[in-house]
């Protein structure tokens, strides 16, 4: 186990980082993003930006990975109040479990209602290509098989119940929205939706693991989002998350491919413009939408 695994982070603490937030900008935000790798490029779409390293909040970790900004960015996406994370904290970087997860209870004290999560992802699934984008519908939470479950430690029922429902932690609405928005862009050729499965990282998945999670029903692997999707759905706010397929996993051991970060950048940037189209009109909808909201 890390060395940070069983630390938790109080209410108290929680808001303390959200009301230093609060006062230092006049946005509330009621949507909060999460930018996988490569995608950072959705929070430069914020107006009015209001942004935070994130070495300078309090009890916030460093992204140390290569893709991630590392920063809080506040704004307007069309008019809608939102609250940006460019770059997310990981597993595999040796933070607690609680600490990558620190910031879904931030957002839920800054007035946040519904959370928007994309990552990069390596595509199990054979129909899937590279650039594909996948509506994540349900996820496997692998380490969690082993206890690392980021609501592991007392519960406080100022967040969340004891034991939180997962079976509807995608919200089938804002599933369907997406669906809709992507058909009027004329996106229907690369989207898809699956179940996504997180790993521990940092080591790419093995040809027999990918075997194994292709065999257990995952369309798509990476090392993110599960946990933060637990997490937001605790403190009772709606998710949406998507993967941006960035490599083909191997899964044939004739096979000369092989999985690299730079890949998943490229891809990232290929994608990107669409994806902030996406996410950008979807926002939208949320706001005008009672469906929706």
């Known amino acids: ?17 959200a009301d230093w937030l609060l006062a230092q900008t ?9 930018c996988g790798s490569g995608l950072g490029g959705l929070a430069d779409m914020l107006k009015d930006q209001v942004a935070f390293n994130y070495k300078d909040i ?22 809608r109040p939102c609250v940006c994370m460019q770059g997310r904290f990981h597993l595999y ?14 957002f839920k004290l800054l007035g946040v ?5 994309t990552n990069a992802a390596g595509g199990l699934n054979e129909d899937f290509k590279v650039g594909d984008v996948m509506i994540i519908k349900d996820h496997i939470n692998m380490p969690g098989f082993s206890g690392f479950n980021p609501l592991v430690g007392p519960n406080d029922d100022r967040f969340g119940v004891r034991f939180p429902c997962m079976s509807d932690a995608y919200d089938r609405e804002l599933r369907q929205l ?3 928005v992507a058909q009027e862009l004329g996106y229907e050729d690369f989207m898809k939706e699956g179940v996504y499965c997180v790993l521990g990282g940092p080591s790419f998945e093995t040809i027999a693991e990918c075997r194994l999670l292709y065999r257990l029903g995952v369309d798509a692997v990476g090392m993110s989002t599960a946990p933060e ?9 709606r998710v949406f998350a998507l993967s941006l397929i960035t490599n083909q996993s191997v899964m044939d051991y004739d096979s000369e491919e092989k999985a690299n970060h730079e890949e998943v950048l490229q891809t990232g940037k290929h994608r990107a413009e669409q994806l902030e189209r996406l996410v950008s009109t979807m ?11």
Request: proline share 6%; net charge positive; with cysteine.
């Open 1 to 17: 186990m890390f060395p940070e695994t069983n630390k938790g982070y109080t209410y108290d603490e929680c808001k303390g980082t």
């Open 26 to 34: 006049d946005v509330r935000p009621t949507v909060g993003i999460v």
């Open 58 to 79: 309090p009890n916030f970790p460093q992204s140390t990975v290569h893709g991630h900004a590392g920063r809080l960015v506040f704004g307007t996406l069309k008019g």
């Open 93 to 106: 970087e040796g933070y607690s479990i609680q600490k990558i997860t620190l910031p879904m209870r931030v």
């Open 113 to 117: 209602e519904t959370v928007i999560l």
């Open 178 to 180: 997406a669906m809709d």
């Open 229 to 237: 999707v637990i997490v937001a759905r605790h403190c009772g706010m």
């Open 283 to 293: 926002v939208t909808r949320i706001e005008h939408n009672n469906n929706y909201a």
